[in-house]
């Protein structure tokens, strides 16, 4: 009996522990108004973080749409730079040719205004094949009596008179 009396004592005991330990235990419907508040938290979250994901997605959107503006860009200013470059070429090309073919290996500014003023023939051909003549520049700096045809001081004989 002694026997019986201790296993008794650990039952008893066990009982014991076993309702302490269900009395700190939460009840079903403690857990599951716990489990609902914890998916309402997590539903709010996975809400917010769909938003910013989509916030994400927008502005990476628009990041490529500007990185692809801004290369269409860059196209565009290499092929203009490329035509100013060949342009550039075109332009020294001509201009050593010119050097090329004037007399004295250098351009000279002729424009007709001055050139029909001196005396002898006024053909171009004639006008190239004459001695070089160059311009008083002190006299083009003075107001002259405008031009009769034109109204234009710099026009007149007066104020850009070639020396010989």
Do not use: P, Y
């Given at each position: 009996m002694a026997?019986?009396?201790?296993?008794?004592?650990?039952?008893?005991l066990i009982r014991q522990q076993l309702a302490a330990i269900?009395?700190?235990?939460?009840?079903?419907?403690?857990?599951?108004?716990?489990?609902q508040e914890f998916r309402a938290v997590v539903r709010e979250e996975m809400a917010a973080l769909r938003t910013d994901l989509n916030a994400v997605e927008?502005?990476?959107?628009?990041?490529?749409?500007?990185?692809?503006?801004?290369?269409?860009?860059?196209?565009?200013?290499?092929?203009?730079?490329?035509?100013?470059?060949?342009?550039l070429l075109t332009i020294r090309r001509h201009v050593e040719e010119l050097e090329k073919r004037s007399?004295?290996?250098?351009?000279?500014?002729?424009t007709p205004h001055l050139y029909r003023r001196w005396s002898g023939p006024s053909s171009i051909k004639s006008w190239e094949e004459s001695p070089p003549r160059t311009l008083n520049l002190t006299e083009c700096t003075k107001p002259s009596v405008p031009n009769d045809k034109t109204g234009d001081p710099e026009m007149s004989s007066a104020a850009c008179m070639p020396t010989a």
């Open positions: 026997e019986r009396g201790g296993r008794e004592d650990a039952l008893t269900s009395d700190r235990m939460l009840s079903k419907t403690d857990t599951g108004g716990l489990m927008e502005r990476v959107e628009a990041l490529e749409n500007e990185a692809q503006a801004c290369q269409t860009q860059h196209r565009a200013t290499e092929l203009a730079t490329i035509r100013q470059g060949n342009l007399r004295w290996h250098n351009i000279r500014i002729r």
